[in-house]
């Protein structure tokens, strides 16, 4: 929720979140309860229904050059939220004048430098953020359970693990998976 709140996402704010996964599912619900304008960008079409669900206004299918284009110079804020490296530009060109990309999500090898004349046309920002303060994480859980805001989880037994781990390498999680300590042996 930190970069939404710092970035003044709202009532009139058009945010797009990029990737509906653990940290993306969640950006979409915080934005909506915000009142922000919520776009979601994803490679697959499958998950526009699930972002819909979540909160997300619009789901535009990142890989088709006609969606991102009727999205170009529109939102003002992005929170991308993949952890792999991946091009920034087309996601530069659905920023407004003075719009802002933050990166959330740490990719194991840098992003491509992105292009410069839209940033300097456009005066657009590239960003980085992470977790609040202690009293932001607060806040934002003080704000979650007034809006009944949590994340979608599947409950797995320890035993999971390996297929977990396969299931990930798929990408078929919905959106965390999350450990059954009780039922850990020893």
Same mark, same amino acid.
């Given at each position: 929720m930190y970069p939404l709140v710092h970035w003044k996402a709202g009532p009139g704010v058009k945010v797009g979140v990029v990737g509906l996964g653990g940290l993306g599912h969640m950006a979409v619900k915080l934005a909506a309860a915000l009142g922000a304008e919520v776009t979601l960008f994803t490679r697959s079409p499958d998950k526009a229904a699930d972002?819909? %669900?979540?909160?997300?206004?619009?789901?535009?299918?990142?890989?088709?050059?006609? &969606? =991102?284009a009727e999205v170009a110079c529109g939102l003002d804020l992005i929170v991308d939220c993949v952890a792999v490296p991946h091009d920034l530009d087309p996601y530069l060109a659905t920023l407004s004048v003075d719009g802002s990309l933050v990166l959330a999500g740490i990719p194991e090898a840098p992003h491509d430098?992105?292009?410069?004349?839209?940033?300097?046309? %456009?005066?657009?920002?590239?960003?980085?953020?992470?977790?609040?303060?202690?009293? &932001? =994480?607060?806040?934002?859980?003080?704000?979650?359970?007034?809006?009944?805001?949590?994340?979608?989880?599947?409950?797995?037994?320890?035993?999971e693990i390996e297929t977990v781990f396969e299931r990930m390498a798929q990408g078929d999680v919905k959106y965390r998976f999350v450990i059954d300590m009780g039922k850990l042996t020893a």
């Open positions: 972002a819909k %669900r979540l909160g997300a206004h619009r789901v535009v299918v990142s890989t088709d050059e006609a &969606e =991102m430098a992105p292009a410069v004349t839209p940033m300097v046309l %456009r005066r657009l920002s590239v960003a980085g953020t992470s977790i609040g303060s202690m009293k &932001e =994480m607060e806040d934002m859980l003080a704000f979650c359970a007034r809006h009944a805001i949590g994340a979608d989880i599947e409950l797995i037994d320890p035993t």
